[in-house]
Nanobody, 125 residues
């Protein structure tokens, strides 16, 4: 099993920045990728971005390209989501998730095995 704990959410104003952290523990050696998803009230969970553990290749949803950056610290088994130029429409609960699936479809939440508890990000206008 893999345990994931997010932190770093909060209330900010439009244009501000936040950095979310996701600390992984347990059987992390089996992880292929770590993803970030978000879910706003009344909306479906959507893919934000992901990073591969082995290569650090990153993938982003179009709506965050140029604003959000995913990075990792192998020594700490931690993945970060740096969010800049935040907009009110970025308001959501943000989740990190891990997957051991190597067959593609990294944007699909159904392929992720383990999820964190989520952290609230609220951006005021």
């Amino acid at each position: 099993q893999v345990q994931l704990v997010e932190s770093g959410g909060g209330l900010v104003q439009a244009g501000d920045s936040l950095r979310l952290s996701c600390a992984a523990s347990g059987r992390t050696f089996s992880n292929y990728a770590m993803g970030w998803f978000r879910q706003a009230p009344g909306k479906e969970r959507e893919f934000v971005g992901a990073i591969l553990w082995s290569t650090s290749n990153t993938y982003y949803a179009d709506f965050v390209k140029g604003r959000f950056t995913i990075s990792r610290d192998n020594a700490k088994n931690t993945v970060y989501l740096q969010m800049n130029s935040l907009k009110p429409e970025d308001t959501a609960v943000y989740y990190c998730a891990s997957t051991s699936y190597r067959g593609g479809g990294i944007t699909r939440s159904i392929l992720y095995d383990y999820w964190g508890q989520g952290t609230q990000v609220t951006v005021s206008s």
